[in-house]
């Protein structure tokens, strides 16, 4: 405030100051011309406000409403000069330099003690600043409201991302925090195989591939509002492959009661994978492995809790509308009726883990995470007018087929109701640079109920499990600590309607260290692709080659 003050009124130096009174006192009687560059006299308007140091306390006067009239024009009490300077002698026109000299160096005193702002207050209204360079106007109260220094309630700032943060949480209870990301990906699909045939009979044609897209465009904000323990966090996700359409990812409110338990309600994702857990932004390849993709859920609206229970445990457990209700809208047609239960916890041994499955970190000690998830879900059938949910449409056989397509699995039969049980065991390691990492899964699909396709009635269908497993199995060395990382990985999935493989090796280069600015490049063989996903570029029933090229950019 004091830098911006001195700028606005620049008080004259003493020898300005002496100049101009003997121009004053000089001029009348013809000594000095009144056009002389040197020296001009400057009368004072009746709008212009006298900017006047009080006698008693320092303060400034003639700043206030009560120094202007109704017509903005300055009030006369202040009392004028005793003699006027024109009339003024030598002698006393010296005592009157040295009396301003005086004051201007009490106000430069003022200024530089932090003093002026409080000086200012007093006077009821804050200098504004006048069209005239460096001149102030006290004509009325001010529209800008003039805090002392430190009473500013927010700051603004960047710290892993854009902030709007008070200095008093407790007085002031809402923040605001910003981040943004992008993953802009070139995928190129070199085909082995011309067509497919799912488990229904029905040929299905592979197409090669080669183009760009904007995979994950987020824009997220997070903070808390109301009371500093009561947080929240909004996600919008961009796309090209959903239509060039902006969408609501993840959204909820959450009461952090302590570090053991914090309680969330909104959308988020339902915690049945570790990997799927881990999130999109730090993945080892451009995106999440087959296995994962195949056996994982998927976001749900729901509520849920997680915290760390004992010293380096960690838990997640949630209640939500479904295993995969993500974009669907809770009527009979798309949702059911049944809840998915799931849950996860894990357990950080030795050194902390840290985040992601890269060892940017470089732990000098083994760094060990082991964990567990588990999740059910009921998913009734049919819909209205026979056909199965939206819902049910997730679940894919492990050649890739739709469970819920026609003779998928029973000839002449559309499932509509099945259940679904899923386990997984994951387990990983950091040391020095090297980093290893590995997920396997369990999933069986139970209580199958479908419709004749003759007869459009319920079909009389034997007991019958549907049963696959597979893991996931990663790797990676930083041939250049915190830079340059090379990896490998290979992906499998066993059981009914399979196999399923992937082999792929990549590289990544850390721009600045981090995930939030790194390229990463990766090829991927695959063999009879048993998930379908757009976002780690997976179609089903496919075998060939995919390359993928990928910039991520955070703020």
Same mark, same amino acid.
């Given at each position: 405030m004091r830098d911006s003050l001195r700028r606005h009124m620049s008080l004259p130096a003493p020898k300005h100051l002496i100049t101009s009174l003997l121009g004053l006192a000089l001029a009348p009687a013809g000594l000095v011309h009144a056009e002389s560059p040197a020296v001009r006299t400057v009368p004072v308007s009746a709008q212009e406000s006298v900017l006047r140091l009080d006698d008693q306390d320092g303060s400034?006067?003639?700043?206030?409403?009560?120094?202007?009239? =109704?017509?903005?024009?300055?009030?006369?009490?202040?009392?004028?000069?005793?003699?006027?300077?024109e009339e003024m002698t030598i002698p006393q026109l010296i005592e009157r330099i040295e009396a301003l000299e005086s004051r201007h160096d009490v106000l430069h005193e003022r200024l530089d003690t932090g003093d002026l702002g409080q000086i200012i207050r007093r006077a009821g209204s804050a200098p504004v600043l006048d069209e005239r360079p460096g001149s102030l106007s006290?004509?009325?109260p001010s529209n800008t409201d003039v805090l002392p220094s430190g009473e500013d309630p927010y700051g603004v700032g960047y710290d892993g991302g854009f902030f709007i943060a008070p200095e008093d949480a407790d007085r002031d209870p809402f923040e605001l925090r910003t981040?943004?990301?992008?993953?802009?990906r070139y995928i190129g699909f070199s085909r082995e195989a011309e067509s497919w045939v799912d488990s229904a009979g029905k040929t299905i044609p592979i197409d090669n591939r080669s183009d760009f897209e904007i995979e994950r465009g987020r824009?997220?904000?997070?903070?808390?509002?109301?009371?500093?323990?009561?947080? &929240? *966090?909004?996600?919008?996700?961009?796309?090209t492959d959903d239509y060039d359409q902006v969408i609501i990812h993840d959204f909820w409110l959450n009461r952090v009661f302590s570090e053991k338990l914090d309680v969330f309600v909104g959308k988020a994702f339902v915690p049945g994978s570790r990997e799927w857990?881990?999130?999109?932004?730090?993945?080892?390849?451009? =995106?999440?492995?087959?296995?994962?993709t195949f056996f994982r859920p998927d976001r749900t609206v729901g509520v849920w809790a997680e915290g760390e229970y004992l010293p380096h445990r960690y838990y997640r457990a949630m209640i939500g509308n479904g295993f995969n209700t993500n974009g669907l809208q809770p009527v009979p047609e798309q949702i059911d009726g049944n809840f998915v239960y799931s849950g996860t916890t894990w357990w950080d041994i030795g050194e902390r883990y840290g985040r992601g499955y890269s060892d940017l970190e470089w732990h000098d000690q083994l760094g060990l995470e082991v964990g567990t998830s588990f999740t059910y879900g009921r998913q009734d059938g049919p819909g209205p007018i026979g056909q199965p949910r939206i819902e049910q449409n997730f679940a894919r056989l492990a050649d890739g087929t739709r469970v819920t397509a026609n003779s998928a699995v029973f000839p002449g039969v559309r499932i509509n109701e099945f259940d679904i049980t899923l386990f997984a065991l994951d387990a990983a390691w950091k040391y020095r640079g090297f980093s290893f990492d590995m997920e396997y899964y369990f999933r069986q699909l139970d209580r199958l109920r479908g419709i004749d396709l003759a007869t459009l009635g319920p079909a009389n269908l034997p007991p019958t499990v549907i049963y696959n497993h597979g893991f996931a199995m990663e790797g990676g060395w930083f041939l250049i600590p915190e830079r340059f990382e090379?990896?490998?990985?290979?992906?499998?999935? &066993?059981?009914? *309607?399979?196999?399923?493989?992937? *082999?792929?090796g990549g590289v990544n280069w850390f721009r600045?260290?981090?995930h939030n600015y790194k390229w990463t490049f990766d090829a991927t063989q695959? *063999?009879?692709?048993?998930?379908?996903n757009s976002g780690p570029n997976y179609i089903a029933g496919v075998t060939g080659v995919l390359f993928r090229l990928q910039l991520q950019a955070a703020f």
């Open positions: 400034l006067s003639g700043v206030g409403p009560s120094n202007v009239d =109704d017509r903005g024009n300055t009030n006369r009490t202040t009392p004028a000069p005793e003699q006027p300077l006290a004509v009325g981040n943004g990301r992008m993953q802009f824009l997220s904000f997070k903070g808390f509002m109301l009371d500093k323990s009561l947080e &929240y *966090y909004i996600n919008f996700d961009f796309d857990l881990n999130g999109s932004t730090t993945t080892r390849f451009a =995106d999440r492995s087959l296995a994962c090379v990896n490998f990985r290979t992906s499998q999935i &066993y059981g009914d *309607y399979g196999p399923s493989r992937e *082999y792929a600045n260290g981090t695959i *063999y009879g692709s048993a998930a379908q």
